[in-house]
């Protein structure tokens, strides 16, 4: 039956797995309520605390927001990621960074670095425990000495498979839905990270829906991975505050020097 000009016409297309190449331009507008900013500041100020140097790494950069911020704080900052749409992307938002495409888990670099970053949970991107630890190896072996890894985490025993975070964007004449959750079976070293967007218009609703598999640790198995190489400062999930972490939430900024 042929359709009425004023009638909508709605569509609905998911894609699995697609997420992070084919919606690579629409990450930052999945990402519009992160306070870069913040992030960044709280991660320079404990870099002041426990660091020096100006020579930074973001692990797992994206399209380069954090690195954006760190270069306006004045650190030689570059970034790595596996995505190399999000790559491109960060190098027009930071010409003046250096950007390559790499694992995390098996990296390396020119010179020593001051200070590696990895944020938004992305150490959980390390595929099992033991890319965790090569990640860590990684990392250590980049460093200089004294050099400080900031990361944050979320302890696989605190989560809390009902919640999810979402929120809304317009762009242009699309309005944007994202909702993202953990999930965690209860055993082993797997957990997921469910990501969904949805794109509407008046002619069309989009869905795509994503689920990556990460590791899964108890801050107490990953203490035991950090500790022999780094000496580890635990705080709360606050970037607006320094607070010592509670031993209690499973949300938490780890602050590692090396050994």
Known sequence: MPTSKNQTIQETMTFANALYTDLSSYYDLM?????YQAQSL???RLHRIFGHGKRHLDLA???GPHVRYFLD???QSGGLD???PMLDIAARRCPQAHFSLQNMCHFTVEEPLDLITCFLYSIHYSENLAQLKECILSVHNALTSDGLFCFNAVDKDKINNALFVKHSAQQNENHF???SGWHYCGEGEKQSLKLCIEKKNKEKMQIWEDEHSMVAFSFHALMALLEP???VHVFEHDYEKIIPWDT???NAIFVCVKK
């Open 73 to 75: 704080l004045g650190y």
């Open 61 to 63: 950069c994206g399209t």
């Open 229 to 231: 190489s780094f000496d």
């Open 177 to 179: 839905t994202f909702s």
């Open 42 to 44: 709280s991660i320079q």
């Open 31 to 35: 990402c519009a309520d992160i306070d």
């Open 82 to 84: 596996i995505n190399q």
């Open 248 to 250: 209690q939430s499973g």
